[in-house]
């Protein structure tokens, strides 16, 4: 079982950028990894997912300002947010795959959740 660990998020003015990093207790050498988004009083969303061989897909709001990359010599996944707005404010969880699916993104693992708000 994976163990995930989120020491970003941070406070940030609207059109501004961050990058969010996840680091992994195990090999995320051969699954699939997340980002997800929780606003307050809202369901958990999908951010983006990418596989081992670097095939990603973003959730359409995510298209064109946020990036998911991942490293995995240092079993880390990367969140870059750029052209922030309000309503990004939310708490963000990576997550791990049982499988290296992104279109079938069944979750092994969550992190702790780290929180990005976004001043207007």
């Known amino acids: 079982q994976v163990q995930l660990v989120e020491p970003g998020g941070g406070l940030v003015a609207a059109g501004g950028s961050l990058r969010l990093s996840c680091a992994a207790s195990s090999s995320i050498f051969s699954i699939a990894m997340g980002w997800y988004r929780q606003a307050p009083g809202k369901q958990r969303e999908l951010v983006a997912h990418?596989?081992?061989?670097?095939?990603?897909n973003y959730a359409d709001s995510m298209k064109g300002r946020f990036t998911i990359s991942r490293d995995n010599a240092k079993n880390t996944v990367y969140l870059q947010m750029n052209s922030l707005k309000p309503e990004d404010t939310a708490v963000y969880y990576c997550a791990s795959s049982r499988g290296d699916s992104v279109f079938y993104f069944v979750v092994s693992s969550w992190g702790q959740g780290t929180q990005v708000t976004v001043s207007s």
């Open positions: 990418i596989s081992s061989g670097g095939i990603t």
